[in-house]
């Protein structure tokens, strides 16, 4: 069955960076891009960016230009993201999320991730 | 970036209720809306797309519709499954922003 598998939590000091893989499985992985969502405790959806996994090209949040960077490995049907010069708000769970349809970026997301908890914390 | 607003913020209904949520775009995003129903712990649930196409394995008590630049989710009869907290989305234009949220409540 179609699947997003991340890897497991993580715990950074300030200033330090995170790496959070998500692992396709059950489709063909270069056919759909991938978004990045997070959500910070107790708070709401906040979307980051999204990677096209056929050509590796990106578009980010303004928010968090200059700090994410969204990659892909085909080989092993995976896209990571990386955020780095990590400060407390960033303390959130980070969510890969697949759209409904082949080829666009403007789509709902109907497959999600399990999220990966991030603490960031001195 | 097109900012999303959501009312009420959250809400206590009986099973059986009719209920609605209310989504507000700053800008146009024409039919560019989608619903996720959301449970302590676990990712966002996609419900309905293009603001009125309902997900597959979806009861159909859940439905949306548009008013001008109202758009909206109604829940047809309140069941004990439907707490949570409930999210639009506009995929208009990127970044593709949430609402802030409505938390459902069942009485």
């Known amino acids: 069955q179609v699947q997003l598998v991340q890897s497991g939590a993580e715990v950074k000091k300030p200033g330090a960076s995170v790496k959070i893989s998500c692992k396709a499985s059950?489709?063909?992985?270069?056919?759909?891009?991938m978004h990045w969502v997070r959500q910070a405790p107790g708070q709401g959806l906040e979307w980051m960016g999204i990677?096209?996994?056929?050509?590796?090209?990106?578009s980010y949040a303004q928010k968090f230009q200059g700090r994410v960077t969204m990659t892909r490995d085909t080989s092993t049907t995976t896209v990571y993201m990386e955020l780095s010069s990590l400060r407390s708000e960033d303390t959130a769970v980070y969510y890969c999320a697949r759209p409904k349809t082949v080829d666009t970026a403007h789509d709902a997301f109907d497959i999600w991730g399990q999220g990966t908890m991030v603490t960031v914390s001195s | 970036d097109i900012q999303m607003t959501q009312s009420p913020s959250s809400l206590s209904a009986s099973v059986g209720d009719r209920v609605t949520i209310t989504c507000r775009a700053s800008q146009t995003i024409s039919t560019y809306l989608n619903w996720y129903q959301q449970k302590p712990g676990k990712a966002p649930k996609l419900l309905i797309s293009?603001?009125?196409s309902l997900q597959s394995g979806v009861p159909s008590r859940f439905s949306g519709s548009r008013s001008g630049t109202d758009l909206t989710l109604t829940i047809g009869s309140l069941q004990p499954e439907d707490f949570g907290t409930y999210y639009c989305q506009q995929y208009y234009s990127i970044p593709f922003t949430f609402g802030p949220g409505t938390t459902v409540e069942i009485k």
């Open positions: 293009a603001t009125s």
């Open positions: 059950g489709y063909t992985f270069t056919n759909y891009y």
């Open positions: 990677i096209n996994p056929s050509g590796g090209s990106t």
